[in-house]
C-alpha cells in the first residue's frame, strides 16, 4: 500500500459545477467549482474562496447551477481558468444567456441542467456557501418519463488526483434495495 498526506487524500466524485450570477450592473458571469453538494431536500452548499461570484451572491442573493457534461466540458473547464474580475467569461465563452425565471441570476443555455437558488447563508470565514433550490430547469434532450436520466446528460466529475474531468458511469446497483438481502 503507499500511503498519502491529508492534502493528496481522493474524495471522489467531485462535481463540477457552474454557478451563474449578474454583477451589479446586470452583467452575466459564471464560475467553475467542484467543491459542493446536495445538503438537504431542496438544498445546495458550496465551498467556495473569494471571488467576483461570491461577491455577486452577497449583492443580489440569487444564483444558478448548472451541471457540467461531456458535451460542456470546454466551457465548463474555461470557467475555471479566468476571473471573471478582468474578462467577461460569458462573451468570451460565446455562450447563450437568459434570466431564470425566478431568481435574479442567468441561465447558460448550452447546460441542460440548472438549479435556480437563493442565498439561504453565506459565511465570509469559512466560504461556506448554502442555497435554496427554487426551481429547477431541465432540456427535454436529458429526459426519461419525465425524470432527468444520467445516462443522457452525462455528468461529468472532477478527478482531484490526475486534475482530469471523468464521466459519471453507469448504473451499478439500486439505492435502499440492493442491500436488503443482507438484512436475514
Same mark, same amino acid.
Given at each position: 500500500?503507499? #500511503?498519502?498526506?491529508?492534502?493528496? =487524500?481522493? %474524495?471522489?466524485?467531485?462535481? /463540477?459545477?457552474?454557478?451563474?450570477t449578474?454583477?451589479?450592473?446586470?452583467?452575466?458571469?459564471? $464560475?467553475?467549482?467542484?467543491?459542493?453538494?446536495?445538503?438537504? @431536500?431542496?438544498?445546495?452548499?458550496? &465551498?467556495?474562496?473569494?471571488?467576483?461570484?461570491? #461577491?455577486?451572491?452577497?449583492?443580489?442573493?440569487?444564483?444558478?447551477?448548472? $451541471?457540467?457534461?461531456?458535451?460542456? /466540458?470546454?466551457? =465548463?473547464? @474555461?470557467?475555471?481558468?479566468?476571473?471573471? +474580475?478582468?474578462?467577461?467569461?460569458?462573451e468570451?465563452?460565446?455562450?447563450?444567456?437568459?434570466?431564470?425565471?425566478?431568481?435574479?441570476?442567468?441561465? %447558460?443555455?448550452?447546460?441542460?441542467?440548472?438549479?435556480?437558488?437563493?442565498?439561504? =447563508?453565506?459565511?465570509?470565514?469559512?466560504? %461556506?456557501?448554502?442555497?435554496? %433550490?427554487?426551481? +429547477?430547469?431541465?432540456?427535454?434532450?436529458?429526459?426519461?418519463?419525465?425524470? !432527468?436520466d444520467?445516462?443522457?446528460?452525462?455528468?461529468? $466529475? &472532477?478527478?482531484?488526483?490526475? =486534475?482530469? @474531468?471523468? /464521466?459519471?458511469?453507469?448504473? !451499478?446497483?439500486?439505492a435502499?434495495?440492493?442491500?436488503?438481502?443482507?438484512?436475514?
Amino acid at each position: 500500500m503507499k #500511503e498519502f498526506s491529508g492534502k493528496k =487524500s481522493v %474524495i471522489t466524485p467531485e462535481g /463540477v459545477f457552474i454557478i451563474g450570477t449578474y454583477d451589479e450592473n446586470g452583467i452575466p458571469n459564471a $464560475m467553475n467549482a467542484a467543491w459542493g453538494q446536495q445538503s438537504d @431536500y431542496g438544498e445546495i452548499t458550496l &465551498f467556495l474562496g473569494k471571488h467576483k461570484t461570491t #461577491e455577486n451572491i452577497k449583492k443580489t442573493r440569487a444564483f444558478t447551477v448548472a $451541471m457540467a457534461t461531456k458535451d460542456t /466540458v470546454v466551457i =465548463s473547464d @474555461y470557467f475555471g481558468v479566468e476571473t471573471g +474580475s478582468k474578462v467577461n467569461k460569458i462573451e468570451k465563452a460565446g455562450v447563450h444567456v437568459h434570466k431564470a425565471a425566478h431568481v435574479n441570476a442567468p441561465i %447558460i443555455e448550452e447546460y441542460p441542467l440548472t438549479l435556480e437558488c437563493e442565498l439561504k =447563508s453565506w459565511d465570509d470565514a469559512t466560504g %461556506i456557501l448554502v442555497g435554496t %433550490i427554487v426551481a +429547477s430547469q431541465a432540456d427535454d434532450s436529458i429526459l426519461t418519463d419525465g425524470k !432527468v436520466d444520467l445516462d443522457k446528460m452525462q455528468p461529468i $466529475m &472532477f478527478d482531484a488526483a490526475t =486534475s482530469t @474531468y471523468r /464521466v459519471i458511469g453507469p448504473v !451499478v446497483g439500486k439505492a435502499f434495495h440492493d442491500g436488503l438481502q443482507l438484512r436475514g
